[in-house]
């Protein structure tokens, strides 16, 4: 059984930035495309950023693109958010496809507990 964990969530000024990391434990995720994904009070779960195996190709949704980077080492993922706005708040969900390569509308094998952003204005 695969578990991830996040970290980094916390409460920031709009403009500020915040760094999410992802951990797991169970197996290693070497092989597969990772993501972030989002849900807002009240909205869908959404994707943010998915990163393929080897870091070689990168997604993101228009609203982030220019402000966050996804990237990953061997054991973990992370999300940097710069320039952050208050349209930012929301749970934070890490996610493994159990796929090497990311395609549009591939379902997550398996998801974090999420974690908290919270941009003030």
């Known amino acids: 059984q695969v578990q991830l964990v996040e970290s980094g969530g916390g409460l920031v000024q709009a403009g500020g930035s915040l760094r999410l990391s992802c951990a797991a434990s169970?197996?290693?995720?070497?092989?597969?495309?990772m993501g972030w994904f989002r849900q807002a009070p009240g909205k869908e779960r959404d994707i943010v950023a998915v990163?393929?195996?080897?870091?070689?190709s990168t997604f993101y949704t228009d609203s982030v693109k220019g402000r966050f980077t996804i990237s990953r080492d061997n054991a973990k993922v992370y999300l940097q958010m710069n320039s952050l706005k208050p349209e930012d708040t929301a749970v934070y969900y890490c996610?493994?496809?159990?796929?090497?390569?990311?395609?549009?509308?591939?379902?997550?094998?398996?998801w974090g507990q999420g974690a908290q952003v919270t941009v003030s204005s």
């Open positions: 169970g197996r290693t995720f070497s092989n597969w495309a």
């Open positions: 996610a493994a496809f159990t796929t090497p390569i990311y395609s549009t509308m591939m379902t997550p094998g398996y």
């Open positions: 990163i393929n195996w080897n870091g070689g």
